[in-house]
Nanobody, 128 residues
Framework: QVRLVESGGGSVQTGGALRLSCAANVDSGDVRNLAWARQTPGKEREVVADIYIDGTTYYSDSVKGRFIISQDKSKNTVSLHMNSLKPGETGMYYC??????????????????????WGQGPQVTVSS
C-alpha cells in the first residue's frame, strides 16, 4: 500500500511561483515513478511532470521550461517547482505514483492511466 501526502499550493499572481511537495509512504509495492498531475476547471486530469527513480524526468509541453520536478530519495519525497504561472493553470494538483515497479516511457509517464495511487490534491490559484 502506498499513501501520498501533499503539501504546498495556495494563491499567487500571474507570473509568480509556487512549490508543491509530496511524501510517499510505501508499506508495500515498488514505486519507481512519481508524478504530478492537475485538473483545471472543465478539463480532464493531465500529468504535467514525472520522475523516475534514476532521475529521468518527463514534462508535458504545456509546462516544459517552467516547472521542475525533483525527488529526495532519502526522504521519499517529490517536489514540483512551478514558475511563471498563468491564470489558466488554476486547479487541483495531484501527486501520483505507480506502485507496480514499472519503467514508464515518455508517453506512458504522461498518461494518467499509468498511475494507480493518487493524493488528495492541493489547490493552486493563479490570479490575473
Amino acid at each position: 500500500q502506498v499513501r501520498l501526502v501533499e503539501s504546498g499550493g495556495g494563491s499567487v499572481q500571474t507570473g509568480g511561483a509556487l512549490r508543491l511537495s509530496c511524501a510517499a509512504n510505501v508499506d508495500s509495492g515498488d514505486v519507481r515513478n512519481l508524478a504530478w498531475a492537475r485538473q483545471t476547471p472543465g478539463k480532464e486530469r493531465e500529468v504535467v511532470a514525472d520522475i523516475y527513480i534514476d532521475g529521468t524526468t518527463y514534462y508535458s509541453d504545456s509546462v516544459k521550461g517552467r516547472f521542475i520536478i525533483s525527488q529526495d530519495k532519502s526522504k521519499n519525497t517529490v517536489s514540483l517547482h512551478m514558475n511563471s504561472l498563468k491564470p489558466g493553470e488554476t486547479g487541483m494538483y495531484y501527486c501520483a505514483a505507480d506502485s507496480r515497479g514499472l519503467s514508464l516511457g515518455p508517453h506512458q509517464a504522461l498518461n494518467v492511466r499509468a498511475y494507480n495511487t493518487w493524493g488528495q490534491g492541493p489547490q493552486v490559484t493563479v490570479s490575473s
